[in-house]
């Protein structure tokens, strides 16, 4: 059922008073009638669930965002713990290659900067395995992301084609609170791509 377009009335009915029908056309205009009201309360029906699914949607893209943001935080609470990891490492190194100096101990301590550096490598390549764990969980979100933008814009066209048929001013304010409603998928986007790229280059 088209419910955009308003139930049409027989030509005849608008030509006749109740008194010059006769009694087929009677019955035939309160069938009329009968099927107009009910098309328009499955009309008023049909705007509600459409109203329900679209609190839905907000709803779930709101979950998505904070769902997103939370991912993130781990994200880069991760990196700085790697990053400090690190830090640590190449200052032990640092201490190590001073230590060498040392003439009296330079075989033994040349042994253990070895041993120090093998443990160094496999921490690196575990490190480097987490970020790409990570990387691949924020590009999973940031295609979660996209799909919700898509569902909202679907959204946003499908209430303009539903509700066309009503008054324009009605329209016109219900749309402004539509486009009002919460969004806050572009910074986290933003941050996921800022981060990625800080992973990057680290």
Not at 157 to 176: G, I, M
Not at 189 to 196: D, G, L, V, Y
Request: aromatic letters at 8%.
């Amino acid at each position: 059922v088209d419910y955009t377009r308003d139930f049409e009335m027989p030509a005849w009915v608008g030509q006749k008073s109740a008194l010059e029908m006769t009694e087929e056309e009677s019955r035939a205009a309160a069938e009329w009638e009968r099927r107009r009201e009910q098309f328009l309360d499955d009309r008023e029906k049909h705007r509600k669930t459409l109203e329900a699914e679209m609190r839905k949607l907000q709803a779930a893209i709101a979950d998505a965002c904070a769902a997103f943001d939370e991912k993130m935080r781990e994200v880069f609470a991760e990196k700085i713990s790697c990053q400090r990891l690190v830090y640590r490492q190449e200052l032990m190194i640092l201490k190590i290659a001073q230590a060498l100096l040392d003439e009296e101990a330079v075989f033994e301590r040349e042994r253990k900067l070895t041993g120090i550096m093998e443990k160094m490598k496999f921490d690196k390549v575990h490190s480097s395995q987490v970020l790409v764990e990570l990387r691949r969980d924020a590009e999973q979100l940031r295609e979660a992301y996209d799909a919700s933008l898509q569902e909202d814009r679907a959204l946003d066209r499908a209430f303009k084609r539903d509700f066309a048929d009503l008054d324009p001013l009605n329209v016109d304010a219900l749309y402004r609170l539509f486009r009002r409603r919460p969004k806050q998928l572009a910074n986290p986007a933003q941050r996921m791509a800022a981060a990625a790229a800080a992973g990057g280059g680290g």
